[in-house]
């Protein structure tokens, strides 16, 4: 009898560990799903926590710079007789202005509190020249290149024939006007006696001029497109029918 005591008593301890295991088994089981949920729920936001936490946070932030606006060139004309030129424009106020002159560039500047920048006294290669600019406000990059402007320096008089009519020629007609024809040699405008006329492509122009009788003076004024200026004349004596 005390012997079957002895072996009920071993075999109820038995249970209660296996009780005891069961349930520490089924607790990591909930702690085990319990942490997957929240990894899957919670994880990403967890993890760029950490990531505050770690070694970047002592590298400095790369500073994000926006581009300069293109600046503005202004009153460039297509042509000019004078060695150098001005060069005015507008950009972001306070920027360092670049100018680029037939490739390379040759000066810089910074605008005013306006905006506001002048490239003074510009020497003029002879012929053709191309010029634009670029700008770099504080704390920006470059600007894109403005527009591109392309003018002659042209210091030559443009050259005027007088094809009709002939100097010293006399004219006998009821008509107190004379027919006038001649050519220039480049672009330009053209007046004779003081009224202008029209010049075509090819440089030829013609037009009629009263005249009074007795001597009379033709004068051709020819203005090419840099402002040189010549002229041309001859006498014609006029008698009225």
């Known amino acids: 009898m005390k012997k079957y005591r002895t072996s009920m008593s071993?075999?109820?301890?038995?249970?209660?560990?296996?009780?005891?295991?069961?349930?520490?088994?089924?607790?990591?089981?909930?702690?085990?799903?319990?942490?997957?949920?929240?990894?899957?729920?919670?994880?990403?936001?967890i993890f760029?926590?950490?990531?505050?936490?770690?070694?970047?946070?002592?590298?400095?932030?790369?500073?994000?710079?926006?581009?300069?606006?293109?600046?503005l060139v202004v009153d460039i004309p297509k042509a000019l007789k004078e060695k150098t030129i001005t060069i005015n424009g507008f950009s972001e106020p306070d920027s360092i202005v670049k100018l680029f002159l037939n490739g390379p560039e040759v000066a810089s500047t910074n605008s005013?509190?306006?905006?506001?920048?002048?490239?003074?006294n510009t020497p003029?290669?002879?012929?053709?020249?191309?010029?634009?600019?670029?700008?770099?406000?504080?704390?920006?990059?470059?600007?894109?290149?403005?527009?591109?402007?392309?003018?002659?320096?042209?210091n030559k008089k443009p050259e005027i024939s007088i094809e009709k009519p002939k100097n010293d020629e006399e004219f006998e007609s009821v008509d107190s006007r004379v027919?006038?024809?001649g050519k220039v040699n480049e672009k330009a405008s053209v007046s004779v006696n003081e009224?202008?006329?029209?010049?075509?492509s090819e440089g030829s122009f013609q037009t009629l001029v009263s005249v009074k009788?007795?001597?009379?003076?033709?004068?051709?004024?020819?203005?090419?497109?840099?402002?040189?200026?010549?002229?041309?004349?001859?006498?014609?004596?006029?008698?009225?029918?």
């Open 213 to 241: 009788e007795g001597e009379n003076k033709i004068f051709v004024l020819a203005v090419d497109e840099a402002g040189n200026e010549a002229s041309a004349s001859v006498k014609i004596k006029f008698k009225k029918r």
């Open 195 to 200: 009224h202008i006329t029209v010049v075509d």
């Open 10 to 45: 071993h075999t109820d301890e038995e249970i209660e560990l296996v009780k005891k295991l069961l349930k520490s088994l089924f607790a990591i089981v909930i702690v085990l799903v319990l942490t997957l949920g929240t990894l899957e729920l919670y994880g990403p936001k």
């Open 124 to 154: 003029l290669s002879e012929g053709q020249n191309i010029v634009f600019v670029k700008a770099q406000a504080p704390n920006k990059t470059d600007s894109e290149k403005s527009q591109t402007y392309y003018f002659y320096f042209d």
């Open 112 to 120: 005013d509190s306006e905006g506001k920048f002048a490239f003074s």
């Open 48 to 71: 760029s926590a950490f990531g505050l936490l770690s070694l970047d946070r002592f590298k400095k932030k790369e500073e994000v710079k926006f581009q300069t606006q293109t600046p």
């Open 179 to 181: 027919p006038v024809k």
